[in-house]
């Protein structure tokens, strides 16, 4: 915050005066009709960690406009949050361990997975449970030979008034999705043989939701397509996210002068630099550097030298070059040529959302097309 405001509010007129972030709502809701035009069944928004960085607030409740109608997140806290803010509707949390607030979800009517029989023991009187089987990640819920047991000892809770059982759910390691929904299937035979009728079975995560309707089921769950990232490439969302940074300072530099950190890069000609107030603390990812890019001046511009912490070079070439107070876009959606978080994921060896859920909280944040 300490960057923001005051400084140079002379630049008010071109944009500011720190790093923002500019988070769409309309694109939220665009995707998620995307989404929901795409799914057989039902949509479940997964908000988990700030709705991907964007705020779960916020896009919870442009998800819910456009066609979600269950929110989805890991921990009960982000759960009882989401309740706190005001937002009704149907809510599962699923990953805790046996020792959460268990009587504050069912108070607050959040539906929990269950993925073992110590977590089935936890549930108190009144719980609306999801089973939650592995169907080939070995990350998280019940193993093949434990599911017996589990949906065994679920449905002797049902009867006994302690836990209704309203879902079966897995999640897709991504390769080998026939391999994993037959083991679903199979899972699901065995819930029914041991009596239970879940009414919502879900698998599919945003990429599924896009290329595999036979895993529909009763409801997907999309995290990342909601705010514009498309795990599988095939269809166009729209990026609800976009970091710009006015320039700081301005430089003229001879050919060969060495940039930043450790000398890494030198200046190939006679150029001009420019310094934008926007680093790795700020979630710019370090290893980006050598490649990395962002619009200046209707010009895609490289970065010179090391990514620095809270500031990072750029190089605006031989020309007239940037200006004191001109806004550079690190990334957006792409329509004005800027790059996109999917290129800098690209540049950096990662995924587009580790990038959006790893910015810092030092840009000024600005929401747009709520409503
Ligand atoms: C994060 C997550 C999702 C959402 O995945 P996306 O690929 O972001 O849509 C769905 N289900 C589970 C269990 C998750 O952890």
Same mark, same amino acid.
């Given at each position: 915050?300490?960057? !923001? ?12 005066? =720190? ?8 694109? +939220? ?6 989404? =929901? ?19 779960? &607030? !916020? ?24 309740? =706190? ?20 979800? +069912? @108070? ?40 017996? =047991? ?10 006994? !008034?302690?836990?209704?059982? +309203? ?59 909601? +705010? ?10 729209? @990026? ?22 450790? $000398? ?38 490289? &970065?010179?030298?090391? &990514? ?55 840009? $000024?944040? $600005?929401?747009? !097309?709520?409503?």
């Amino acid at each position: 915050m300490a960057t !923001g405001g005051v400084g140079r509010a002379g630049a008010a007129t071109s944009g500011g005066s =720190a790093a923002r972030i500019t988070v769409d709502l309309g694109a +939220v809701a665009d995707n998620t009709r995307t989404l =929901a035009a795409r799914a057989r069944g039902a949509v479940m928004a997964v908000v988990k960690a700030d709705g991907f960085g964007h705020g779960a &607030i !916020g896009v919870a409740r442009a998800a819910l406009g456009a066609g979600a109608t269950w929110l989805g997140v890991t921990g009960l806290g982000e759960a009882l949050a989401l309740r =706190a803010a005001g937002l009704d509707g149907p809510m599962l949390s699923w990953l805790n361990p046996p020792g959460a607030d268990f009587p504050a979800a +069912v @108070g607050q009517r959040v539906d929990l997975a269950v993925p073992s029989l110590a977590h089935l023991a936890a549930m108190p009187r009144g719980a609306r449970i999801h089973l939650h089987l592995d169907t080939g990640m070995a990350r998280d819920g019940a193993t093949a030979g434990e599911w017996v =047991a589990l949906c065994r000892a679920a449905r002797e809770a049902e009867l006994g !008034g302690r836990v209704t059982v +309203v879902g079966v759910m897995s999640h897709l390691a991504g390769p080998d999705t026939p391999a994993a929904l037959r083991r679903f299937r199979a899972g699901l035979e065995i819930a029914y043989a041991m009596g239970l009728r879940p009414r919502v079975r879900h698998l599919a995560a945003t990429a599924a939701t896009l290329t595999a309707p036979e895993t529909h089921f009763d409801l997907v769950r999309t995290g990342a397509g909601l +705010v514009g990232i498309d795990p599988s490439g095939t269809t166009a969302l729209r @990026g609800a996210m976009t970091l710009t940074a006015p320039v700081v300072e301005v430089r003229r530099v001879a050919a060969g002068t060495p940039v930043g950190y450790d $000398h890494t890069w030198r200046a190939p000609r006679d150029t001009t630099l420019a310094l934008l107030p926007v680093g790795y603390a700020d979630g710019l990812p370090r290893s980006a550097g050598p490649r990395g890019e962002v619009l200046l001046g209707g010009r895609r511009c490289r &970065i010179a030298g090391r &990514i620095s912490m809270d500031q990072v070079v750029v190089d605006t070439g031989p020309g007239d070059g940037a200006r004191i107070g001109d806004i550079a876009v690190v990334f957006g959606p792409g329509d004005g040529g800027e790059p996109t978080v999917t290129e800098w994921a690209g540049w950096a060896g990662t995924l587009p959302h580790e990038i959006v859920t790893g910015l810092g909280n030092r840009p $000024h944040r $600005h929401v747009v !097309g709520g409503n």
